[in-house]
């Protein structure tokens, strides 16, 4: 699983959150994805299910996340699939607000940070971000 797709799910869910507090609405298939995903995600690691689920009113770790994400993943092919398909139902959803909060944390440099954290030898800064 490729740690962007990570990243993406996990700030899908954090910007449905943050768009249903001012009262914006997303696309059902997001909605359905990002619950799944959830619900998922919660049978394998229930203590990552809590940190998402308090950012953004709590600061989030995204570089412990999106790596609790990818090993969920890589050792539950259910999880694998809830996450491909909430990044997949983001990257369609067409509310304008949606797409411009999800690209706040820069998703893609965030991912190559944590991979290059991850690599042998590698080094790199991974920050708490929040909205």
Do not use: C, R
Not at 5 to 10: K, L, P, S, V, Y
Not at 19 to 29: H, M, R, S
Not at 33 to 50: A, C, D, E, N, Y
């Amino acid at each position: 699983m490729i740690l962007e797709t990570a990243a993406i799910a996990i700030g899908s869910v954090i910007a449905t959150k943050a768009l249903e507090k001012t009262g914006e609405k997303v696309g059902e298939a997001l909605w359905d994805k990002t619950g799944k995903f959830l619900v998922t995600l919660k049978k394998q690691s229930p203590h990552t299910v809590v940190a998402i689920e308090k950012a953004p009113d709590q600061p989030l770790d995204y570089g412990k996340a999106v790596l609790e994400v990818q090993s969920a993943a890589q050792t539950n092919p259910e999880v694998a699939q809830a996450v491909q398909e909430l990044a997949e139902a983001a990257k369609a959803e067409p509310n304008p607000k949606f797409a411009e909060i999800l690209a706040m944390p820069n998703l893609e440099k965030l991912a190559d940070k944590i991979g290059q954290v991850v690599m042998p030898g590698g080094t790199g800064n991974i920050q708490n971000q929040s909205f």
